[in-house]
């Protein structure tokens, strides 16, 4: 590995970087990263919630290095704090990079998840 430091956080979501997410230089979207980061805030507040979440904010995002057409893009969540009805994660994004062990971290933002009951109102958190 590349990168001196390590993901925080658990290994919440894997997927490869494929040409149809890409402009024309070959960078992929933003935006198809960000997606990938709002899967796996869904799947890990789900988890915590044990129900339904919608994301209720991004905060604090920075795109430090390009994704690449080929690269295995991988997303680390951490719940940095439950209230009564949210869920706030830390999330980053690390790329490995195409036919090498190089992972360099690509981004990172909090996200906030709301827990919703089967009408589509916030429902509290279960205390775990």
Same mark, same amino acid.
């Given at each position: 590995?590349?990168?001196?430091?390590?993901?925080?956080?658990?290994?919440?979501?894997?997927? @490869?970087?494929?040409?149809?997410? &890409?402009? $024309?230089?070959?960078?992929?979207?933003?935006?198809? =990263?960000?997606?990938?980061?709002? @899967? $796996? !805030?869904?799947?890990?507040?789900? *988890?915590?919630?044990?129900?339904?979440? =919608?994301? &209720?904010? %991004?905060? *604090?995002? $920075?795109?430090?290095?390009? =994704?690449k +057409?080929?690269?295995?893009? !991988?997303?680390?969540?951490? +719940?940095?704090?439950?209230?009564?009805? !949210?869920?706030?994660?830390?999330?980053? /994004?690390?790329?490995?990079r195409?036919?090498?062990?190089?992972?360099?971290?690509?981004?990172? $933002?909090?996200?906030?998840? %709301? /827990?919703?009951?089967?009408?589509?109102?916030?429902?509290p958190?279960? %205390?775990?």
């Open positions: 590995m590349t990168d001196t430091k390590m993901p925080n956080g658990q290994l919440t979501l894997r997927t @490869l970087a494929m040409p149809g997410d &890409a402009n $024309a230089a070959g960078d992929i979207f933003g935006g198809w =990263v960000m997606a990938q980061m709002d @899967l $796996a !805030s869904g799947i890990r507040a789900a *988890e915590r919630a044990r129900g339904r979440v =919608v994301t &209720a904010a %991004v905060k *604090e995002m $920075a795109f430090e290095l390009p =994704v +057409i080929g690269d295995t893009l !991988s997303i680390y969540t951490d +719940i940095a704090r439950v209230g009564r009805t !949210s869920i706030t994660l830390a999330v980053e /994004a690390w790329a490995q195409y036919l090498t062990t190089t992972l360099e971290k690509v981004t990172g $933002a909090t996200f906030v998840m %709301v /827990a919703l009951d089967q009408q589509g109102h916030p429902t958190v279960p %205390v775990e």
